[in-house]
């Protein structure tokens, strides 16, 4: 069956599929060996050919985003690139003093040690705020272009 869809769709549809065979493998995972004697809610074998055929038509519509996806190249390999900035300069240690501490005569005291920083919190949550504003305005782009841009896909 020949499908023509948006972009928008089709990766709402990869997700379905995913989850399906997930939950299918998940049953046939319980229901492949029972106590002898037992009732299988669940064909395995028509499960696994199930599995398969979605199988099939995941790997079809990646292959169609795939193609779709090169007229927005370049902003997902933005977006991802921001998201991994963003990531960094969450992490960054920007802290002004390291606590240590010291164990003298049974007792336990914490000195205060300053370090010397070059990326403040204020900057570095000013770069963060800064990305995240880029990363929305990436997404817009590309939910923009998967809304209006179609595909087809030749499903089972």
Do not use: C
């Not at 065979?21 to 037992?38: F, H, K, P, Q, W």
């Amino acid at each position: 069956m020949n499908t023509n869809m948006t972009v928008a769709r089709a990766l709402k549809e990869k997700s379905r599929i995913i989850t399906k065979i997930a939950e299918i493998r998940g049953a046939v995972s319980n229901y492949n060996s029972v106590d002898l004697g037992t009732r299988r809610p669940i064909s395995v074998k028509d499960s696994i050919e199930k599995v398969e055929a979605l199988e099939e038509n995941l790997m079809r519509i990646k292959v169609a985003l795939h193609s779709a996806n090169v007229g927005i190249a370049r902003q997902l390999a933005e977006l991802m690139l921001v998201r991994g900035q963003i990531a960094f300069y969450e992490r960054l240690d920007t802290s002004e003093f390291r606590a240590v501490v010291a164990h003298d005569d049974g007792e336990t005291r914490e000195t205060k040690v300053p370090r010397d920083v070059v990326l403040g919190q204020v900057e570095a949550l000013a770069k963060v705020e800064e990305l995240k504003n880029k990363l929305d305005s990436l997404q817009d782009e590309i939910d923009e272009y998967n809304a209006t841009h179609k595909v087809d896909v030749e499903l089972l």
